[in-house]
Structure formats: C-alpha cells, structure tokens
C-alpha cells in the first residue's frame, strides 16, 4: 500500500496495481497519481494545493509551445541523486519521478523572467501579481509599456482551434509583434472574429473591437529608453 495525495491536505491509501495506466510522482515530497501521457503542469492542476507552477503561454486548449519558461521546475529521474530544470509545460511524467517546485534556485529564475516581463509590461494584472508573489521590485530598467508578453497562445489558438492563421508573430527581437500575417494593415478575411484569441490572452492585450474583431495589441517600442540603455552598455569603463 502506498499513500498517494488527492489534494494539499487529502491522502488515500493504494496499492500500485501493475497494468494500470497511471504514473506515480512526487511533487514537493507528496507522491501524487496521474493518468500516464499527461505533463507535470497537468498533474499538479490536478492536484490543488500541491506544488506552485505559475504558467503564462499555456492553455489546455492548445498544444503546449514552451515560450515563457515561468513553468520552470526542478526534477530527477533518479530517486534524487540528480535535478535538472525542465518546463513543467512540456516535460511528461514518468513513473517515480521526483518535482521540485519551489526550490531556491526555481523562485531565483521564475524571478528573472518577471524583472523581464515587468519591464516590458509593468502595468499588466498578471504581471504584477506574479510580480508582488516573488518579491520583484519596480524594474531597474524600462522596455515600455505593453501588454503583450508574447507567448503566442493567441497566434497558436487561431491555428489550432480555428485552422487558420489570421495573425502571427511578426519581426525579431525588440520589434517582433502579434500582427496580420506578412505585416498587412488590416486583417484578412481569414478571421472570424470568433474571439478565441482574446480568450486565451493571459493579460488581456486583445480585445475584440466593435466591429466584431479583434483589436491587436499595439506596441510601443521604447526607443528613447533602449538608446540611453545601449549607451551605458557600451560605454567602457574608465
Ligand atoms: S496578445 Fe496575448 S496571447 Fe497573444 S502573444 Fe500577446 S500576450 Fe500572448
Ligand atoms: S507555461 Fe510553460 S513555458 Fe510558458
């Protein structure tokens, strides 16, 4: 017999049956089941008030991508001798594997990847919860005031669930962008204004307009911020 977790506070005794589609994990020492083929986002969700696994550019109604890292955990295949960190989003669970959720190190990346977001997008209700949770300070640095984090769910949600492609992810690096395909002013016919995009949007950066479309978010780049920034990098010490 084997205590297995059905909730934060609730366990159940069970015998490990052999040809059972289930997998046995242990998240934050409290060994949970789950159906086999799932990830370790699914099976914690699955099990409230075990582990925390903040995730930004997932959505059970698309396939997952691995876009934000915000999902990051730390886990062991072998009984705990050694971790590796993995995008709890992706990874699937495997029989007797060990999650850590929480770690040090974990709260120490998931912190870095909010000082990013938050410098791009200080005003978003997301952010700035998941801002207050791990202790991130107002950002040393501005990259403008957007709304878009760029996780794409909204790009994946019009492919996947729709089939079409009425908007993608435009341009590289500071200037990549959700917008028409092929950068064109105005979206084709190919959307249906059917509102998923704005559905999924973790931060509300989508809107569906009056017209029955949806209005794309508008990106402001900081020009003036990233100039003085660049400046200081490359200015050699004296
Ligand atoms: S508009 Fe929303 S869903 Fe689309 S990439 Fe930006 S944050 Fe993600
Ligand atoms: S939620 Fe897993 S990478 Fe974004």
Same mark, same amino acid.
């Given at each position: 017999?084997? #205590?297995?977790? /059905?909730?934060? #506070? ?6 490990h049956?052999?040809? /059972? ?6 998240? !934050?020492d409290?060994? +949970?089941?789950?159906? =086999? ?14 582990? =925390? ?9 698309? #396939? $997952? ?12 295949? !072998?009984?705990g001798?050694? @971790?590796?960190?993995?995008?709890a ?17 974990i ?14 997008c ?9 801002? !207050? ?5 107002? $950002?040393? @640095? ?6 878009? /984090?760029?996780?794409?769910? %909204?790009?994946?949600a %019009?492919?996947?669930? /729709? ?7 435009? =341009? ?18 190919? %959307?249906?204004g059917?509102?998923?995009?704005? @559905? ?7 809107? &569906?307009?009056?017209?029955?479309? $949806? ?10 911020? +990233?100039?003085? &920034? ?9």
């Amino acid at each position: 017999m084997a #205590k297995v977790w /059905i909730d934060g #506070k609730t366990s159940i005794e069970v015998e490990h049956a052999e040809g /059972i589609n289930v997998v046995h994990l242990t998240v !934050d020492d409290k060994e +949970i089941a789950v159906s =086999n083929g799932k990830t370790i986002l699914e099976a914690v969700e699955r099990a409230p008030g075990i582990g =925390n696994i903040p995730a930004l550019c997932h959505h059970p109604a698309v #396939k $997952p991508y691995g876009a934000c890292r915000i999902c990051t955990v730390e886990v062991s295949e !072998d009984g705990g001798s050694k @971790f590796k960190f993995v995008a709890a989003c992706l990874y699937p669970v495997k029989e007797g594997l060990i999650v850590k959720t929480q770690t040090e190190k974990i709260k120490k990346l998931r912190k870095g990847i909010i000082e990013l977001l938050s410098a791009r997008c200080p005003n978003v209700k997301r952010i700035q919860e998941l801002a !207050d949770e791990y202790g991130v300070e107002k $950002p040393s @640095f501005v990259l403008g005031d957007q709304d878009c /984090i760029l996780c794409g769910l %909204c790009v994946r949600a %019009c492919q996947e669930i /729709i089939g079409k492609s009425a908007i993608s992810l435009v =341009n590289r690096g500071i200037y990549k962008e959700v917008a028409a395909p092929f950068y064109a002013y105005e979206l084709s016919g190919d %959307c249906i204004g059917c509102g998923d995009c704005a @559905f999924v949007c973790p931060t509300g950066a989508i809107e &569906m307009g009056a017209d029955g479309r $949806p209005t794309l978010p508008k990106v402001k780049i900081p020009y003036a911020e +990233i100039e003085a &920034m660049m400046k200081k990098e490359t200015v050699s010490p004296s």
